[in-house]
């Protein structure tokens, strides 16, 4: 039996829409529109069946946007998206977006947000339980001033099925192994892997590197997601077209590919798409 490969995020969007308040001619190569033509020579190329697609904006109508996109394009299989959770309705707002079956979780821009603790506020429970009750999924967007507020949440909702992407976005362009922050990083990542059943997206590392950054400066922190959280929980992930920032799609790749050399082809399958396909439900 072949097992379809997934890239679990990636990105669309376009630039009139208007929502995308990150997104400014400083990033140049990036700052145009990214539609599923764009995605499917790259993907065709990698061998890759199916994608992920999630929000990049803080708004309701990109969520509605991306649902179209996936309507009709077959080998987007899923779409995380935005609504406010912290917004006295959002309960409803998070029923009737569970309504279209391609919707298969939501994503509040946690990085973003001047307070690391926003994700307790007392408004957010309500949501929280909303998004169980409905059977979606949670992308928390992390940085790892966040990780220890990302545990409580966890352990407060324990039946909240929960993914941190981007390996929590660990400063590899300044930090080092053994450095003291890498140290606290790969000790958050550990106590949440132990005490919560959340899975890790292997993505997003290349753009939180420099420039001139290598296989073996990744390494190590490919290291720690692996050894934390386990081939059953770890999801790879593209980034795209944010990786083109830093080497593109392929190169991305076979570097996320080279790194678990060490695992079992059964256990590389299932972070380059078993895992994917039993955590969003595709």
Not at 157 to 173: C, E, F, M, Q, T
Request: charged share 20%; hydrophobic share 45%.
């Amino acid at each position: 039996m072949t097992t379809r490969r997934i890239d679990a995020h990636q990105h669309f969007w376009r630039l009139a829409r208007g929502d995308y308040g990150w997104l400014t001619p400083a990033l140049g190569p990036i700052y145009r529109d990214f539609a599923p033509e764009d995605l499917a020579p790259l993907i065709g190329t990698a061998g890759i069946d199916a994608a992920i697609l999630v929000q990049a904006a803080p708004s309701e109508a990109e969520t509605r946007f991306m649902l179209d996109i996936a309507r009709d394009t077959d080998w987007v299989v899923g779409v995380v998206g935005w609504t406010d959770l912290a917004a006295p309705d959002a309960p409803a707002h998070i029923a009737e977006l569970a309504h279209d079956p391609k919707l298969r979780g939501l994503r509040p821009m946690i990085h973003d947000i001047p307070d690391p603790r926003w994700m307790l506020g007392p408004g957010l429970s309500q949501a929280i339980e909303a998004i169980i009750a409905h059977g979606l999924t949670f992308d928390l967007l992390l940085r790892p001033i966040h990780l220890p507020h990302a545990l409580a949440l966890l352990e407060r909702h324990p039946a909240l099925r929960a993914v941190i992407d981007h390996g929590a976005k660990p400063n590899i362009r300044h930090w080092h192994r053994g450095d003291v922050d890498f140290r606290q990083w790969s000790l958050d990542m550990n106590r949440i892997a132990r005490a919560t059943a959340a899975s890790c997206k292997l993505s997003g590392l290349v753009t939180e590197a420099a420039e001139d950054w290598t296989a073996a400066i990744l390494r190590p922190y490919i290291d720690v997601l692996v050894q934390a959280f386990g081939p059953d929980r770890l999801i790879w992930g593209s980034d795209w077209p944010v990786v083109d920032l830093a080497g593109g799609y392929e190169r991305w790749l076979d570097v996320a590919y080279s790194g678990l050399a060490d695992l079992s082809g059964e256990d590389r399958a299932k972070v380059f798409g078993l895992n994917a396909a039993r955590f969003y439900g595709v």
